[in-house]
Protein backbone atom coordinates (compact mmCIF):
# COMPACT_ATOMS: atom_id res chain seq x y z
CA UNK A 1 0.00 0.00 0.00
CA UNK A 2 1.46 3.48 -0.67
CA UNK A 3 0.40 6.42 0.72
CA UNK A 4 0.60 10.11 -0.90
CA UNK A 5 0.51 12.72 1.69
CA UNK A 6 -0.73 15.89 -0.74
CA UNK A 7 -0.78 19.35 -0.19
CA UNK A 8 -4.27 19.59 -0.79
CA UNK A 9 -7.66 17.91 -2.66
CA UNK A 10 -6.42 19.88 -5.83
CA UNK A 11 -3.29 18.15 -5.85
CA UNK A 12 -5.06 14.50 -4.99
CA UNK A 13 -7.02 15.45 -7.69
CA UNK A 14 -4.46 15.84 -10.07
CA UNK A 15 -2.55 12.89 -9.40
CA UNK A 16 -5.49 10.70 -9.76
CA UNK A 17 -6.48 12.26 -12.80
CA UNK A 18 -2.90 11.76 -14.47
CA UNK A 19 -2.69 8.68 -13.70
CA UNK A 20 -6.44 7.84 -15.78
CA UNK A 21 -5.40 10.26 -18.63
CA UNK A 22 -2.19 8.43 -19.04
CA UNK A 23 -3.95 4.79 -18.56
CA UNK A 24 -6.19 6.23 -21.09
CA UNK A 25 -3.26 6.87 -23.65
CA UNK A 26 -2.05 3.36 -23.50
CA UNK A 27 -5.69 1.60 -23.09
CA UNK A 28 -8.38 3.53 -25.29
CA UNK A 29 -10.88 0.70 -23.61
CA UNK A 30 -10.18 1.13 -20.02
CA UNK A 31 -12.50 -0.73 -17.54
CA UNK A 32 -13.15 2.09 -14.82
CA UNK A 33 -14.66 1.87 -11.68
CA UNK A 34 -16.36 4.72 -10.25
CA UNK A 35 -17.50 6.43 -6.93
CA UNK A 36 -19.75 9.32 -6.64
CA UNK A 37 -19.90 11.80 -3.19
CA UNK A 38 -17.86 14.97 -2.80
CA UNK A 39 -14.44 13.21 -3.01
CA UNK A 40 -14.28 12.17 -6.44
CA UNK A 41 -15.82 15.65 -7.71
CA UNK A 42 -12.35 17.28 -8.24
CA UNK A 43 -11.27 14.47 -10.38
CA UNK A 44 -14.11 14.41 -12.90
CA UNK A 45 -14.17 18.32 -13.15
CA UNK A 46 -10.45 17.58 -14.56
CA UNK A 47 -11.33 14.83 -16.86
CA UNK A 48 -14.06 16.41 -18.13
CA UNK A 49 -11.36 19.26 -18.92
CA UNK A 50 -8.87 17.23 -20.80
CA UNK A 51 -12.37 16.17 -23.18
CA UNK A 52 -13.23 19.44 -23.67
CA UNK A 53 -10.12 21.35 -23.85
CA UNK A 54 -7.73 18.58 -24.79
CA UNK A 55 -9.64 16.16 -27.21
CA UNK A 56 -9.22 13.36 -24.65
CA UNK A 57 -11.57 10.54 -25.91
CA UNK A 58 -13.35 8.58 -23.47
CA UNK A 59 -16.06 6.62 -26.16
CA UNK A 60 -13.91 3.50 -25.91
CA UNK A 61 -13.73 3.36 -21.80
CA UNK A 62 -15.88 0.83 -20.10
CA UNK A 63 -17.29 2.33 -16.41
CA UNK A 64 -19.03 0.48 -13.95
CA UNK A 65 -20.74 2.89 -10.61
CA UNK A 66 -19.63 1.28 -7.14
CA UNK A 67 -23.28 1.57 -5.90
CA UNK A 68 -26.53 3.05 -6.11
CA UNK A 69 -29.40 3.80 -3.60
CA UNK A 70 -32.76 0.81 -4.19
CA UNK A 71 -35.77 3.30 -3.93
CA UNK A 72 -34.92 6.07 -6.33
CA UNK A 73 -35.93 6.65 -9.85
CA UNK A 74 -33.39 6.87 -12.45
CA UNK A 75 -33.96 10.43 -13.31
CA UNK A 76 -33.73 11.62 -9.27
CA UNK A 77 -32.10 14.30 -8.19
CA UNK A 78 -30.14 12.58 -5.58
CA UNK A 79 -29.60 9.23 -7.55
CA UNK A 80 -25.98 8.30 -8.93
CA UNK A 81 -26.99 8.14 -12.18
CA UNK A 82 -27.73 11.96 -12.02
CA UNK A 83 -24.71 12.38 -10.16
CA UNK A 84 -22.79 10.41 -12.74
CA UNK A 85 -24.28 12.63 -15.49
CA UNK A 86 -23.92 15.75 -14.26
CA UNK A 87 -20.79 15.65 -13.06
CA UNK A 88 -18.96 13.51 -15.96
CA UNK A 89 -21.18 11.46 -18.43
CA UNK A 90 -22.79 14.58 -20.02
CA UNK A 91 -20.12 17.29 -20.63
CA UNK A 92 -18.18 14.02 -22.14
CA UNK A 93 -18.14 11.10 -24.68
CA UNK A 94 -18.38 8.43 -22.61
CA UNK A 95 -20.68 6.23 -25.14
CA UNK A 96 -23.86 5.07 -23.22
CA UNK A 97 -24.01 1.34 -23.97
CA UNK A 98 -20.39 1.36 -22.40
CA UNK A 99 -21.97 3.00 -19.14
CA UNK A 100 -23.05 0.61 -16.08
CA UNK A 101 -24.83 0.96 -12.54
CA UNK A 102 -25.55 -1.92 -10.01
CA UNK A 103 -29.20 -2.82 -10.72
CA UNK A 104 -31.80 -1.44 -8.26
CA UNK A 105 -35.56 -1.76 -10.15
CA UNK A 106 -37.70 -4.59 -11.23
CA UNK A 107 -37.78 -7.89 -10.06
CA UNK A 108 -34.47 -10.53 -9.12
CA UNK A 109 -32.33 -8.17 -8.13
CA UNK A 110 -30.41 -11.12 -6.75
CA UNK A 111 -29.64 -12.19 -10.39
CA UNK A 112 -29.06 -9.15 -11.63
CA UNK A 113 -26.27 -8.60 -9.49
CA UNK A 114 -24.97 -11.88 -10.40
CA UNK A 115 -25.11 -10.68 -14.19
CA UNK A 116 -23.43 -7.09 -13.28
CA UNK A 117 -20.41 -8.80 -11.69
CA UNK A 118 -20.73 -10.98 -15.25
CA UNK A 119 -20.21 -7.61 -17.19
CA UNK A 120 -17.57 -6.60 -15.27
CA UNK A 121 -15.57 -10.28 -16.28
CA UNK A 122 -16.91 -9.74 -19.78
CA UNK A 123 -15.11 -6.30 -20.03
CA UNK A 124 -12.15 -7.58 -18.79
CA UNK A 125 -12.12 -6.49 -15.45
CA UNK A 126 -11.85 -3.05 -13.81
CA UNK A 127 -8.77 -1.42 -14.91
CA UNK A 128 -8.72 1.32 -12.24
CA UNK A 129 -11.38 1.73 -9.38
CA UNK A 130 -11.85 5.26 -8.02
CA UNK A 131 -12.57 5.32 -4.00
CA UNK A 132 -13.56 7.48 -0.93
CA UNK A 133 -14.07 5.90 2.36
CA UNK A 134 -16.77 6.48 5.00
CA UNK A 135 -16.26 7.78 8.34
CA UNK A 136 -17.09 4.04 9.26
CA UNK A 137 -14.52 2.73 7.03
CA UNK A 138 -17.28 1.66 4.52
CA UNK A 139 -16.09 1.15 0.82
CA UNK A 140 -18.96 1.29 -1.78
CA UNK A 141 -21.78 0.78 0.34
CA UNK A 142 -19.72 -1.97 1.91
CA UNK A 143 -20.52 -1.30 5.58
CA UNK A 144 -18.66 -2.28 8.75
CA UNK A 145 -19.23 -6.83 9.26
CA UNK A 146 -19.23 -7.26 5.27
CA UNK A 147 -17.66 -9.96 4.05
CA UNK A 148 -14.37 -9.60 2.79
CA UNK A 149 -14.99 -11.77 -0.11
CA UNK A 150 -18.68 -10.41 -0.86
CA UNK A 151 -19.61 -9.34 -4.66
CA UNK A 152 -22.24 -7.22 -5.90
CA UNK A 153 -25.79 -7.16 -3.87
CA UNK A 154 -28.04 -5.68 -1.89
CA UNK A 155 -27.05 -4.16 1.11
CA UNK A 156 -28.72 -1.79 4.05
CA UNK A 157 -27.39 0.86 5.38
CA UNK A 158 -26.11 1.52 8.76
CA UNK A 159 -27.63 4.76 11.00
CA UNK A 160 -23.89 6.43 10.83
CA UNK A 161 -24.10 6.40 6.54
CA UNK A 162 -28.08 7.68 6.86
CA UNK A 163 -26.98 10.69 8.74
CA UNK A 164 -23.30 11.57 7.08
CA UNK A 165 -25.65 11.35 3.41
CA UNK A 166 -28.87 13.00 5.20
CA UNK A 167 -27.79 16.76 3.87
CA UNK A 168 -27.99 14.98 0.27
CA UNK A 169 -31.55 15.06 0.62
CA UNK A 170 -34.05 17.40 1.00
CA UNK A 171 -35.57 18.33 4.45
CA UNK A 172 -38.41 16.06 4.55
CA UNK A 173 -37.72 13.74 1.30
CA UNK A 174 -37.37 9.99 2.69
CA UNK A 175 -34.05 8.81 2.39
CA UNK A 176 -33.49 5.33 1.37
CA UNK A 177 -32.18 2.85 3.59
CA UNK A 178 -31.15 0.51 1.09
CA UNK A 179 -28.62 -0.13 -1.99
CA UNK A 180 -27.20 -2.38 -4.28
CA UNK A 181 -23.27 -2.06 -4.05
CA UNK A 182 -20.01 -4.33 -5.34
CA UNK A 183 -18.65 -6.46 -2.93
CA UNK A 184 -15.11 -5.77 -1.20
CA UNK A 185 -13.86 -8.91 -3.08
CA UNK A 186 -15.32 -7.25 -6.67
CA UNK A 187 -13.09 -4.03 -5.21
CA UNK A 188 -10.55 -6.41 -4.49
CA UNK A 189 -10.32 -7.97 -8.00
CA UNK A 190 -9.68 -4.17 -9.76
CA UNK A 191 -5.62 -4.12 -10.73
CA UNK A 192 -4.93 -0.77 -9.21
CA UNK A 193 -7.12 0.78 -7.10
CA UNK A 194 -7.15 4.79 -6.05
CA UNK A 195 -8.61 6.08 -2.91
CA UNK A 196 -8.97 9.79 -1.48
CA UNK A 197 -9.72 10.92 2.19
CA UNK A 198 -9.51 14.18 3.46
CA UNK A 199 -10.28 15.92 6.20
CA UNK A 200 -10.18 15.35 9.63
CA UNK A 201 -13.79 13.65 9.70
CA UNK A 202 -11.58 11.03 7.55
CA UNK A 203 -8.17 10.38 9.96
CA UNK A 204 -9.49 7.48 11.43
CA UNK A 205 -10.82 5.99 8.62
CA UNK A 206 -7.65 6.23 7.01
CA UNK A 207 -5.63 5.28 9.88
CA UNK A 208 -7.60 1.88 10.23
CA UNK A 209 -7.81 1.19 6.73
CA UNK A 210 -4.03 1.98 6.43
CA UNK A 211 -2.10 0.81 9.75
CA UNK A 212 -5.14 -0.98 11.30
CA UNK A 213 -5.77 -4.31 11.71
CA UNK A 214 -7.28 -6.17 8.76
CA UNK A 215 -11.38 -6.72 9.94
CA UNK A 216 -14.65 -7.01 8.63
CA UNK A 217 -15.58 -4.31 10.91
CA UNK A 218 -14.06 -2.11 9.49
CA UNK A 219 -14.25 -2.55 5.13
CA UNK A 220 -11.53 -0.21 4.08
CA UNK A 221 -8.45 -2.21 6.12
CA UNK A 222 -9.12 -4.92 3.31
CA UNK A 223 -7.53 -2.84 1.05
CA UNK A 224 -4.42 -3.64 2.52
CA UNK A 225 -4.44 -7.25 0.81
CA UNK A 226 -3.93 -5.18 -2.84
CA UNK A 227 -1.51 -5.27 -4.14
CA UNK A 228 -1.40 -2.12 -5.63
CA UNK A 229 -3.18 0.86 -3.82
CA UNK A 230 -2.23 4.15 -3.59
CA UNK A 231 -4.05 6.41 -0.63
CA UNK A 232 -4.37 10.05 -1.48
CA UNK A 233 -4.87 12.09 1.21
CA UNK A 234 -4.56 15.59 2.61
CA UNK A 235 -2.26 17.01 5.92
CA UNK A 236 -5.72 16.39 8.01
CA UNK A 237 -7.03 13.48 7.07
CA UNK A 238 -3.27 11.49 7.50
CA UNK A 239 -3.23 13.35 11.02
CA UNK A 240 -3.78 10.28 12.76
CA UNK A 241 -1.14 7.63 10.85
CA UNK A 242 1.73 6.54 12.94
CA UNK A 243 4.27 6.04 10.29
CA UNK A 244 3.64 9.47 8.45
CA UNK A 245 7.50 10.57 8.25
CA UNK A 246 7.89 7.17 6.41
CA UNK A 247 5.37 7.72 3.88
CA UNK A 248 6.88 11.71 3.27
CA UNK A 249 10.09 9.76 2.75
CA UNK A 250 8.72 7.21 -0.02
CA UNK A 251 7.02 10.16 -1.53
CA UNK A 252 10.18 11.82 -2.28
CA UNK A 253 12.06 8.45 -2.72
CA UNK A 254 10.08 8.02 -5.76
CA UNK A 255 10.10 11.58 -6.88
CA UNK A 256 13.70 10.80 -7.27
CA UNK A 257 13.19 7.09 -9.16
CA UNK A 258 11.45 9.04 -11.48
CA UNK A 259 13.46 11.61 -12.16
CA UNK A 260 15.96 9.14 -12.89
CA UNK A 261 14.08 7.46 -15.14
CA UNK A 262 14.13 4.05 -12.99
CA UNK A 263 10.37 4.04 -12.59
Aim: glycine letters at 8%; a negative charge.
Amino acid sequence: MHVIICSSPEEAADLVAREILDALSRKPDLVLGLATGSTPIRVYDRLLHAHQEDGADFSGVRTFNLDEYIGLPPAHPHGYRTFMHDHLFGGSNFTRENIHFPPTEGPDLVEKCTAFEAKIRDAGGIDIQILGIGSNGHIGFNEPTSSLASRTRITSLTEKTLRDNAPFFDAGEPQPSMAVTMGIGTILDARRILVQAFGLKKAEAVRQSVEGPVSSFFPGSALQLHANVTFHVDAEASSRLTMQAFYRRSQENVKELEAKNVL
